[in-house]
């Protein structure tokens, strides 16, 4: 399919009302891997249930600005010229509905170039029974870990999507990208039954599964089901904490990543506004970024949903409150220069201002700098879910598991947590930040969308944190 | 026409057994934000997937966006050998007989779709923003959605399944955020139905208005004193902490994997006797009404806790077959949940104290049953006044709280229509902990 060319087709015979019009052909291809065990069989081994997936999705998402300056949208499964215009049409039509006027830039710089991720070893070209065998031979090692576990999911991803982007300012972006995942549940049982969630994985091929250290990944979720164990449910209160990685990472997107989107400052359900930027609103140690470009990573993005170059973007420098991630209409309502963070699930959605990896800078604290002067904290551990709360400003994050600390050591396990605050009481009680900082690989939903992406930080201590529990 | 063809061509692979679905879906979505309409998104959608299982029993699943092919057909067959050997996939859900359900369908919205009628849901839409706006005039926000969809189900299998159903769905959500000074209240009110004309727009938006007023300034207190207060439990956090969990602890496959807390427990007392749920998916009208579920099954009006006893699992065709039990078409999960009332809201409001617990979104640990979450806007009633709070650790145990239920309320009138969920579920003391 040509493309360039039915694009230039429709803007020649774009009808005279338009002034912009966007079109983003997307096409994807996924295959879904489950395994699970269904109970035992005579001998006592885990019968296992097996399930796998293909999925397919192929068309396009049109969007267009009248000399109104209203928008309007809309989404077919065809990529032929007559359906396109159909939908030129549609959207038009659209567009004379809606009362909103969108922040324009005419002069707005948009790419054009390509970008193609290979991935090292194709999934698709690998036999589907040795697939099965690999992931089979993986999930059989999971029960070894610990006698106590009674079941394990797993499931595997991988998708390969293209994304052609076109629009009447002279954008045209295309970017192949392959994401690959593994997650593993696994459940033990007790005096009590808990779970743990592992997940591996980013921007390629086969290859991210096969490198990924399984011995890690075992020991990860050994040491995770060994404190859940014998975990204690915590009584709720204000704690000195110490986050690790997985929960300062999930702090970095729900606290302060969303905090940083344009359209949520926008529309006011941000608790930054404009006028923020610049001023200092925290910690000194505090350094939060978004990099689209980290090669390999679930976020990478080369080129946005809208065709703008996705650029690394400091949102919060040493306390000091930066920039936000934007699109082409934020962009141009806040005057700030585009960072391409505009994206969509999938060809049936418009694409809106998404976060791709998030984290925050190492500090160079140990951990045991930051445990030493704890008379009685919680060192908490694993991540669950997160959330945020936009209008009332509020955030949470769920925790797995955890320790208390007592006189700088660590002690009793706990179980299944959960913390939360508002932006402006988090930052200001951060006051260790550790040395050495990890990613983490979720998926991120918003407004009805859900896309990969990736956070990170070090350990970090913060002070009166209000945690939850009996 | 897409389906008599994929039917004919699965009914020659007498080798595999074979399932389809297909799914159309037109519909408009309506979006606002600040009291302006921000989008106004036509939507076409055909999704189709195709599950073939060999004589071995491995199963394929090939979806689409768009209408499937031969090809694709093809396709699933080969990618069974990646698939696992499994005795209780080697069959289907037998030809079964379902129960039509009237009320599925509005032909005024088909006729507002195909003929682009979008003033009339435009008008919609403004009603909704403009009577959140003049409900009070500290309202000053309104965002939302307001979506209208047709969609078209065809299901078959060659073991002699076929179901075809139409029905129309609309439904409303609003956010409304009030403002005085520097403080903020909000308000979130949804509503689901069949029918446009039974959208209670002005209800739903006086509802939000009217939770955003009264949220106003809500703060998280220094000091949390409330566990020895009774709790009401709103529709939407009765639904979260209670149903939903419940839901998720009975799911075919975490029982059969032994992962829930409630495996083994079927026929047990896991509530009081003063609560009994049921699930009729055959209400008419019903939001979520169907006479069948995704896998062809026909579905049934079923008991899921009486008098306290949990009655059933929820089990699709496969996990029924691997326990030996009954199959009642839950694929699909819930559809109209009934919840049997013992008291009226009015009584129940004869306390000198109590907590109105909503905007909870956490469900329980299916493992351990337990609940460790955070409430957005509570309001604490003492001495004939209320006083908005926030961000309030909310822990306790689903069990416990179903074993501790004092009353139960009439249903409220704004849920989606087919579900009876009470306005108000009243909750002993101590058994729900805040910080």
Redesign the interface.
Known sequence: MDYESTFLRLEKNLPADIKFMSIRFDKSESELLEIMNIGKDDKGEPRIKGENFLFHSKGAYISVVNNDGHRGETTINSESFEDLKEGVLKALKSSKYSNYKVPFDENISYGEGKHVIKPEINPYDIAPEDKKKEMLDFYNSIFPIDKRIISVRLFYIYNNRSIDVFNTQGAHTFQVKPNIACLVKATAKQENIDYTINMFGGCGGYELIRRTDKEKVRNEIGKEINWLMGAKPIKAGKYTAILDNSQSSILAHECFGHACEADGVQFNISPFTKELIGKKIGFELCTLIDNPTIKGSRGFSKYDHEGILSKKTVLIDKGVLVNFMNNAETSSLFDLKPNGHAFAQDRTYNPIVRMTNTYFSPGDATLEEMMEDIKYGVFLKGWKYGWVEEIQKIWKCQVLTGRLIENGELTTPIRETQYSGSVFGLIKNVDMVGKEIKFEIATCGKENQRKPESSGGPYLRIKNLDVGGI | MIADKLKNHANKLKNYDIQINVLKSVFYIIGF??N???????????DSYVKVYDKEGR????????VLSID?LL??E??T????K?EFYKCLPPRGRYEKIKGLFDKKMESIIIN?N??YM?GNAQNAINSSLEYDSKIK?V?GELEYKIRKKSIFNNSGVECNSKHTICSIQL?N?SLDGSE?G?GLEEQQQRYISDLNIKGVSEKAASLARDLLG?K?PKEVELSNVPVILTPSSFNTMVVDSIKKMIDG?EI????S?LTNKLDSKIAGENLTIIDNPHVYKGTNSISFDSEGVPTKNKAIIKKGVLKTYLLDWYTSQ?MNMDVFGFKQGFRNIQVKQTSNLDDMLDLKEYVILD?F??TA????A?I???S??MRHYKNGKYTPL??I???SNVLNIISNIIDISEPEPLVDKGSKIPKAVLIKKGII?F?
Do not use: C
Request: hydrophobic content about 25%; proline content about 1%.
């Open positions: 934000k600040e302006k309409i921000t989008s106004v998104f036509p939507k076409e959608k055909i199963l394929s699943v090939i979806k689409k966006d768009g694709d396709k699933s080969k990618m050998k990646m698939g696992f499994d682009n979008i003033e435009i926000r965002h956010e955020e903020n909000y809500a998280k496959e059969i994997m032994g992962n807390y691997r905007y979104y956490d640990n299916v493992s351990t337990e460790n979450g955070m957005t806007g926030k961000q650790n909310v822990a902990k910080s």
